[in-house]
């Protein structure tokens, strides 16, 4: 059963970088054909795709956050990070990882969710 798990800080001042982990178990992030997601959700509003990196590294993002987002892997830990920089506390959401198999179809129907977790940011 692969599972997920998101860690990080739960409060970042304003301009600073955002900073979080998904750890991946149960299988491998380079599984072939695996794409691995970064979403967030508003308070009151709905999900919103953030970026993603593949098996092979490859990293594609979100054009209204591409300027500020970036997603790297550590192979050997089998996670993932997704880094957010110069945040505002519109950036202030709960952030899930996510992956599978493939593009999830339909929309945010990935094979597998972290749990989520809380970031304000707050000065």
């Known amino acids: 059963q692969v599972q997920l798990q998101e860690s990080g800080p739960g409060l970042v001042k304003p301009s600073q970088t955002l900073s979080l982990t998904c750890t991946v178990s149960g299988g491998s992030i380079t599984t072939n054909y695996a794409y691995w997601d970064w979403i967030r959700q508003p308070p009151g509003k709905g999900l919103e795709w953030i970026g993603y990196i593949t098996y092979i590294g490859y990293t594609y993002y979100s054009p209204s956050l591409e300027s500020r987002t970036s997603i790297s892997r550590d192979t050997s830990k089998n996670q993932f990070t997704l880094q957010l920089s110069s945040v505002t506390p519109e950036d202030t959401a709960v952030y899930y990882c996510?992956?599978?198999?493939?593009?999830?179809?339909?929309?945010?129907?990935?094979?597998?969710w972290g749990q989520g977790t809380q970031v304000t940011v707050s000065s």
């Open positions: 996510a992956g599978g198999k493939g593009r999830p179809a339909p929309e945010n129907a990935y094979d597998y």
